[in-house]
């Protein structure tokens, strides 16, 4: 059975044409770029090549502000360990993140936490934004450094970035965001946006996994996390990966270039199937609605219905999602996104994220919708929390 796939947000397929770009680097092109000998100096050029396309598809001032990395992850971990170390080595400096973060900006913002830095964790409004008002209220002298994610992994909804940039500057903090889930699908540009920092990662943009990028902007204190043979201008030790920046570099170009006629089709196929299931299915709503969304997230409050069994469910139908509950990863408690914009613990249990992508098809939403409502009145009739909580176990 073919997988219908609607988990671009947790990664998407190598595209072909990245690929392709990748290939010459595994086998033809193999030379370490810190080698001077021939095959050296031609990794090295297809690395710098490499940084200069991504520097131009963020809209970095210079490619010196590119440092590749192993992902995501490593990115936000390095911003925020890095920055704050260099600014306050001994501690005490301040700093604030949102409390939906992915857990690549949440642990590393709690270790500093408990190595002598303050932290502030900003709750998003139940519209599921970061609202200036309360950052500017957050910010205190001692704030060094601000991390408020561009576009949130779960629910979607995209912060105005460059209005919180400005209030952490005039606080006289640095500003970083994640930005793995809006490249390609927002606009962004690192110069206008007033960012000091920002994080990204390959395979959320059809790129290959283990690859990444952190933006620095030019003259933001940094010390470095990686030391060895020091690479990436003594920013990040280790050997670079140089297909895989040929491949990033593709994919952000890729995702650039069909921008215009993408980002209109998926969002689309998010209201179609938001408006499909919701119309369909009582007690049931988007778990985050208003205001600036990503255009391939549709996050759904599915009440009375564990999150876990209709994961499960739709497994068997050849349909991947993805739950916001934790507890397919061994943990029962609810997403911590969905807890953090106020959602009741017994309502985010039932939550379910939707994600589409370059392959998604109008049939593939289709199936979805003929599918996912007989699981859920099946699953409803069976639950006695779903009787307990509206008097009924019909749906």
Known sequence: MDTRYFDYAATTPVDARVLEAMMPFFSERYGNANSLYGLGRDA????????????????AADPSEIIFTSGGTESDNAALLGILTRVSPNGGAHLIVSGYEHHAVLH??????????????????????IHPDDLRAAMRPTTKLVSIMHGNNEIGTVNDIKVLAEIAHEGGALFHTDAAQTLGKVEFDAVDL?????????????????FGALYLKKRTPFETQARGGGQESKRRSGTQNTPGAAGFARALEIMIEEMPVEIPRLAGLRDQLIDGITSSLENTEPSASTGARLPNIAPLLIKGVEGE??????????????????????????????????????????????????????????????VFPPIVERLRAMSPVYARMFGSSAS
């Open 44 to 59: 090295f050029r297809a690395l710098e090549d490499a940084r200069e396309r991504v520097a131009a598809g963020i809209g």
């Open 108 to 129: 590393p913002a709690e270790w500093l936490a408990k190595h002598g830095y303050e932290l502030t964790v900003l709750a998003p409004r139940t519209d599921g934004h």
């Open 194 to 210: 007033g960012i000091d920092a920002a994080s990204f990662s390959s395979h959320k943009i059809y790129g290959p996994k283990g």
């Open 309 to 370: 069994a209709m994961l499960l469910q739709l497994d068997n139908k050849g349909i991947a999602v993805s739950t916001g509950s934790a507890c397919s990863s061994g943990s029962l408690e609810p997403s911590h996104v969905l807890l953090s914009i106020g959602c009741p613990p017994e309502i985010a249990h039932g939550s379910l994220r939707l994600s589409l992508g370059r392959f998604t098809t109008d049939e593939d939403v289709d199936y979805f919708l003929e």
